[in-house]
């Protein structure tokens, strides 16, 4: 039985970035794979990135160039850097694991990220 435990997440304007961290239990060997998955309101889980024995990774189309995925500083860990975020990029993200075969997941965390927006605007003057 593979346990995952991850971190971060949490709310941030268009154009902010997160960092997603994952560590499945180290005493787990024969990990191949991990992986983060995204799930948006009334749509399906999709793939984000994938990192294959530490060293292949793989990106959804989506984040091509804006998500990096790399293995943790501790052993079976895998994290995700979001620069650029989108509110397209709000959802629930998942990390993921294959363990000899058998996939495993955690209870996934909620990444949010807003539309900025101007305010009206503050006069401000200064006098001599």
């Not at 091509?64 to 052993?75: D, H, L, N, V, Y």
């Not at 860990?77 to 997941?105: I, Q, S």
Request: glycine share 12%; proline share 3%.
């Amino acid at each position: 039985q593979v346990q995952l435990a991850e971190s971060g997440g949490g709310s941030v304007q268009a154009g902010g970035s997160l960092k997603l961290s994952c560590a499945a239990s180290t005493r787990i060997l024969g990990i191949s794979e991990m992986a983060w998955y995204r799930q948006a309101p009334g749509k399906q889980r999709e793939l984000v990135a994938r990192i294959f024995e530490g060293l292949q990774t793989t990106y959804a189309d989506s984040v091509q160039g804006r998500f990096t995925i790399s293995e943790g500083a501790a052993k079976n860990a895998v994290d995700l850097e979001m620069d650029n975020l989108k509110p397209e990029d709000t959802g629930v993200y998942f990390c993921y694991a294959r363990h000899l075969g058998v996939p495993f997941w955690d209870q996934g965390t909620q990444v949010t990220v807003s539309s900025g927006s101007w305010g009206q605007g503050t006069q401000v003057t200064v006098s001599p």
